[in-house]
Nanobody, 123 residues
């Protein structure tokens, strides 16, 4: 599976961005997809995940009510709508795919990773 993330950029605090992740290669329908982020000097952390088959989602507590993960199975695409952005949301955002149907928030549970897209939120 190849993953290509896009949509990052520079935005002011309180603004919005929509990240996209295009998946290609093996059948998209078998995977759980997720978003992670990594800020400078910090470990990569879980943001949100979605199961393709039933749309079940999990969001990290620090993004609940602000970020929403979604997918378009027909387009093999994953999205992250980010609203009410804060400076602490500044990070490189990665999309990832998991070969199993159970949803996990652990980095090690994902088998494929995209290259990342930079999100910078100014105060």
């Amino acid at each position: 599976v190849q993953l290509q993330a896009s949509g990052g950029g520079l935005v002011q605090a309180g603004g919005s961005l929509r990240l996209s992740c295009a998946a290609s290669g093996r059948t998209f329908s078998s995977y759980v997809m997720g978003w992670f982020r990594q800020a400078p000097g910090k470990e990569r952390e879980f943001v949100a995940a979605i199961r393709r088959s039933d749309g079940y989602t999990v969001h990290a507590d620090f993004v609940k009510g602000r970020f929403t993960i979604s997918r378009d199975n027909a387009k093999n695409a994953l999205y992250l709508q980010m609203n009410s952005l804060k400076p602490e949301d500044t990070a490189v955002y990665y999309c990832a795919a998991r070969k199993f149907l159970s949803v996990t928030t652990s980095n090690s549970g994902y088998d494929y990773w995209g290259q990342g897209t930079q999100v910078t939120v100014s105060s």
